[in-house]
């Protein structure tokens, strides 16, 4: 069964450092997401992108971070200058069509220090 | 604002017995619903989603219902494994948007 797959399992970085979080959609799925789920908090949207651009983004997606499709399969969420609060789990999604089901990957734990 | 670390509803049910999860909603334009299933440490994992023309949908031993007047769903999963343990969440998709909104959670414990 075909699934969304995201590296690195856990990523640790310094306060102000850069960071890219990379996932791979199912290859069939047209629209694409990121999440993050601070821990013991509720999973929180944050971008929504479709054939290469922003469709939807919340309001902790601030310039601070960046998506990008770089080729046919990779898809990621670049944070430019982290800060303690980032520390959560992203989660990256993809759904075939829009408002239908969106499938997870299994996330990057990132820990800014 | 949201205060740090929730505190998940828990419900505790004997292996084999059923289990109602419910949740909330609180946008009336929601008209799209997804239950989620996160064991931890891994993403939320699809378990059934069901529409707002629909008040019930069944799949393999779970079944959604869908009460629009009073902004309510509930997850039924009918005989309950161990592997049935975790956090289950509901998430809404208002009309117009694509992003999910997910609720708070519960969190389920199979007892053998």
């Known amino acids: 069964e075909p699934e969304v797959t995201q590296t690195p399992s856990h990523q640790v970085t310094q306060m102000g450092q850069e960071v890219i979080l990379r996932c791979v959609p199912i290859s069939n799925h047209l629209y694409f997401y990121w999440y993050r789920q601070i821990l013991g908090q509720k999973v929180e949207f944050l971008v929504s992108f479709y054939n290469n651009e922003i469709s939807e983004k919340s309001e902790i997606f601030d310039d601070q971070f960046s998506v990008e499709r770089p080729d046919g399969s990779n898809f990621t969420l670049k944070i430019r200058s982290t800060k303690l609060e980032d520390s959560a789990m992203y989660f990256c999604?993809?759904?075939?069509?829009?408002?239908?089901?969106?499938?997870f990957g299994p996330g990057t734990r990132l820990t800014v220090l | 604002g949201e205060s740090v670390g929730l505190h998940l509803p828990t419900l505790s049910v004997q292996e084999g017995d059923n289990s109602i999860i419910n949740c909330a909603y609180s946008n009336s334009a929601s008209d799209y619903f997804i239950w989620y299933k996160q064991e931890s440490g891994k993403g939320p994992q699809f378990i059934i989603d069901?529409?707002?023309?629909?008040d019930k949908r069944q799949g393999q031993r779970v079944t959604v219902l869908l009460n629009k007047t009073v902004k309510h769903l509930s997850l039924q999963i009918a005989a309950t494994q161990p592997g049935d343990s975790a956090v289950y969440f509901c998430a809404e998709n208002v009309q117009g948007a694509q992003k999910l909104v997910f609720g708070q959670g519960t969190r389920l414990t199979i007892n053998p």
């Open positions: 999604a993809s759904s075939e069509e829009v408002r239908s089901k969106q499938f």
């Open positions: 069901i529409r707002s023309n629909m």
